[in-house]
């Protein structure tokens, strides 16, 4: 049940290091702040009311000597004096005095019990005496003479001895508290800000980009952090280069015997269709080549642009149209997105071979807004794919079961265009298109506005 209780807990506490460090550094603020209090407070009252019941006393057997030694017809005023001076009261006590009981605290149990034990066990207490507040104690007074003699009620402003609630000590606690609470916040933000950095550049390396050299200064642990991610991104950087450069060397090794075998093939004065059938098988590797170097490019050396997206759009239509595939362009409102021009055309390209080899047909290219963002879409009429395997699809050297005949491309058409959006910080759909087929779809972010 308790566990039950703290998982609950911290399913309502706020998620981020920052705010969950802040709130147990708080709560164990709090609670020492309690715990030296109550210590505070547990050993200082007996010497507190041992102190105040020795004051209590000696003014009583003061008062008490005074009044007994002093001249009878200087008594009154030596009470106005009390009075108006020490606002120190006595007045004769009777058996149907109005009075109110003090308080039911510790501090005053301790008090009482104090003052009773050096004036008598007699002694009564009062918090008003006949609708007059104050501290009030009995004590008595032995005379030969019966004016004299007798129980007396002796009066001491109650602020003289039972401290009120110290507001002012609470304002200083809670203003030292609020300077420690802002003091623990400044330490877990130095250590956030460092985390957040490290989040943000591994962010960056996920979209298969160069993120920024992280500072390597702060506490030891966060420098040594650092470090290693510095150390891991360079090391990437120069895996990414030396793969580039193998491959552009396959790459330039495999197409020139490809083209002298092409040009072998045509001279050799084989049957028509053999020559065709292997000047196509030709075509195809030289194209797998192509996908391969392409999946390894690195884009980031090309500068973002803004560029309008029907324009692109027109422009690829215009090139397959030249080649007999007639592409319609829909263009249904006025897409601007900065993006690097070279990698999302493509994308785009990849998409429209794409379903010219699946579809059978030529596509259409939609451009426009979604939710305030530019779009460019490409659309078909085939076989389309299901919802389950549309995120298979985007990895690389994948594909459907249907399409496992076809040997032509290495499946790295969609995973090309995946990482080509995600590096221009977009989003790719591939989305049932009503009435068969399917939509293939690049969400840009939207232009900041200046």
Known sequence: MASARGRSFLVGAPSTLLWRIFLVVTLLMLASVAVWSAIFSHFDQASRAAQTAQTVVSIINLTRTALLNADPGLRKDLLLDLATQEGIRIYPAEADDRITPLEDSTHVKMLTTEVRHQLGPETRFASSWEGLPGFWVSFHIQADDIENAGEFWFMLPAERVIRPHALEWMWWGTAALTLAMLGAYMIVSRLNRPLKALATAARTVGRGEVPPRLSESGPAELAELAHAFNQMSHDLQELDADRALILAGVSHDLRTPLARLRLGIEMCGADPVDVDAMVSDIEDMDRIIGQFLAFSRQDAEEAHEVTDLAGLANELAGLYARRGFPIHVLATANAMAQVRPQALRRAVTNLIENALRYAGHA??????????????????????????????????????????????????????VDRIVRGLHGEFRLLPREGGGLRACILLPAIPKT
Request: no cysteine; charged share 30%; hydrophobic share 35%.
């Open 363 to 416: 596509p259409e290219i939609a451009v426009g807004l979604l939710d305030g963002r530019p779009m460019i879409e490409v659309l078909d009429r085939g076989p389309g794919i299901p919802t389950d395997e549309i995120e298979r699809v985007k990895r690389p050297f994948t594909r459907l079961e249907s399409a496992r005949s076809d040997t032509k491309g290495s499946g790295l058409g969609l995973a090309i």
